[in-house]
T-cell receptor
Framework: DGGITQSPKYLFRKEGQNVTLSCEQN?????MYWYRQDPGQGLRLIYY???????QKGDIAEGYSVSREKKESFPLTVTSAQKNPTAFYLC???????????FGEGSRLTVL | EDQVTQSPEALRLQEGESSSLNCSYT??????LFWYRQDPGKGPEFLFT?????EEKEKERLKATLTKKESFLHITAPKPEDSATYLC???????????WGLGTSLAVNP
C-alpha cells in the first residue's frame, strides 16, 4: 500500500523526556516536511528536507531535531528543550517538481 | 509581508444550501495556491492546486477558482459528509515553503 505513514498516532510523554515521531514514505518523493498544528493557529513548519543527508530549519525549529539518513524516512525528535510540546504533528511529502504536499495521518503528542 | 487570510472562520449550512469559502492572499509572486480538506484528528487531504488567475478546477461538489488576489472554494448542494475544515495555502517563493491560512470550519446539517 503506497503512501506516507506516521507513528505513533498517540503519544504521551513526561516532562523532561525526549520523544521521536516516525515518518516513512514509499512513494520515492524527494522532499519531506514536519509541521505542527495547534488550535486556532495555522500549520507551522518545523523542519524540511529536500534530499538525503540535508535538512533546513523551518519557522519553529527550536527544541526539535531531525535526521534524513534514508530517502524514505524523516524522523522528528521532540526534545525536553521544547517548551510547549503538546500538539498535533504532521509529516508531509512532496515530489521533485515542488507541487502539492501529501500529508500523513498525524501524531498527537501530549506531555503530562 | 506575505499573508493568507481565510473567511469565514466558521460556516454552518443546511444540506443542499450552496455557498463559497474565501482565501485571500498578499504575496510577492504566486507559485501555486492549494486547497485541502481536514477532518478532525486527521491529516489534511489534498483537493486542488491553482497556478494562474482564471484557472478553475472541479471535483464532485467542489469547485475552486483563482483571481490575482483571492481564491474561492464553491460548494454546490453540500452534504453532511462535506463537513470538515478547509485549508488554503500559498507557495510564494523559491524555497517551497507554504504560507497557510487558519482554515474555515464547515458544518453541513442534514
Amino acid at each position: 500500500d503506497g503512501g506516507i505513514t506516521q507513528s505513533p498516532k498517540y503519544l504521551f510523554r513526561k516532562e523532561g523526556q525526549n520523544v521521536t515521531l516516525s515518518c516513512e514514505q514509499n512513494l520515492n518523493h524527494d522532499a519531506m516536511y514536519w509541521y505542527r498544528q495547534d488550535p486556532g493557529q495555522g500549520l507551522r513548519l518545523i523542519y524540511y528536507s529536500q534530499i538525503v543527508n540535508d535538512f533546513q530549519k523551518g519557522d519553529i525549529a527550536e527544541g526539535y531535531s531531525v535526521s534524513r539518513e534514508k530517502k524514505e524516512s524523516f524522523p522528528l525528535t521532540v526534545t525536553s528543550a521544547q517548551k510547549n510540546p503538546t500538539a498535533f504533528y504532521l509529516c508531509a511529502i512532496q515530489d521533485r517538481f515542488g507541487r502539492e504536499l501529501f500529508f500523513g495521518e498525524g501524531s498527537r503528542l501530549t506531555v503530562l | 509581508e506575505d499573508q493568507v487570510t481565510q473567511s469565514p472562520e466558521a460556516l454552518r449550512l443546511q444540506e443542499g444550501e450552496s455557498s463559497s469559502l474565501n482565501c485571500s492572499y498578499t504575496v510577492s509572486g504566486l507559485r501555486g495556491l492549494f486547497w485541502y480538506r481536514q477532518d478532525p484528528g486527521k491529516g489534511p487531504e489534498f483537493l486542488f492546486t491553482l497556478y494562474s488567475a482564471g484557472e478553475e478546477k472541479e471535483k464532485e461538489r467542489l469547485k475552486a477558482t483563482l483571481t490575482k488576489k483571492e481564491s474561492f472554494l464553491h460548494i454546490t448542494a453540500p452534504k453532511p459528509e462535506d463537513s470538515a475544515t478547509y485549508l488554503c495555502a500559498v507557495n510564494a517563493g523559491n524555497n517551497r515553503k507554504l504560507i497557510w491560512g487558519l482554515g474555515t470550519s464547515l458544518a453541513v446539517n442534514p
